[in-house]
C-alpha cells in the first residue's frame, strides 16, 4: 500500500509564499504519475498541477499558471508544489495524489492514492 502524506501548508498573506511537500511511500516513485488538487469551503475538489514521473510533461490549471510550480525529486520520493504570489482564493485543502501510471493527468479517477490533505489559507 503507497502511504502519500502532504506537508507545508499554513497560513499567508496575499501575495505571500508557501511550498508544498509531498512524500509518497514505494520503491516504484519514480514510476508515478503526481498530482496536485485542491478543495475549498462548499466547492467540489478542483485540479491544480501535474507531473510526469521524470518531470519533463507538467501541466498546470488556468487559475495557478505562472505562480505555481511542480517539481519532483525521485532521489527523495517527494513531490513540491512552489505557490507564488498567492491570492484569498488560493485558500482551500491541498492534495497529493499518485497514479500507477508514468504518465502525468489533470483527471482524479485516474489516481489512485491520496493524501489527507493540507490546509492553505490566504489572508487578504
Known amino acids: 500500500q503507497v502511504q502519500v502524506v502532504e506537508s507545508g501548508g499554513g497560513l499567508v498573506q496575499a501575495g505571500g509564499s508557501l511550498r508544498l511537500s509531498c512524500a509518497a511511500s514505494?520503491?516504484?516513485?519514480?514510476?508515478?504519475?503526481m498530482g496536485w488538487f485542491r478543495q475549498a469551503p462548499g466547492k467540489e475538489r478542483e485540479f491544480v498541477a501535474t507531473?510526469?514521473?521524470?518531470?519533463?510533461?507538467?501541466h498546470y490549471a488556468n487559475s495557478v499558471k505562472g505562480r505555481f510550480t511542480i517539481s519532483r525529486d525521485n532521489a527523495k520520493n517527494t513531490v513540491y508544489l512552489q505557490m507564488n504570489s498567492l491570492k484569498p482564493e488560493d485558500t482551500a485543502v491541498y492534495y497529493c495524489?499518485?497514479?500507477?501510471?508514468?504518465?502525468?493527468?489533470?483527471?482524479?479517477?485516474?489516481?489512485?492514492?491520496w493524501g489527507q490533505g493540507t490546509q492553505v489559507t490566504v489572508s487578504s
Open positions: 507531473i510526469n514521473w521524470s518531470g519533463s510533461r507538467i
Open positions: 495524489a499518485a497514479a500507477n501510471s508514468y504518465d502525468s493527468t489533470q483527471y482524479q479517477h485516474e489516481y489512485d492514492y
Open positions: 514505494g520503491r516504484t516513485f519514480s514510476s508515478y504519475g
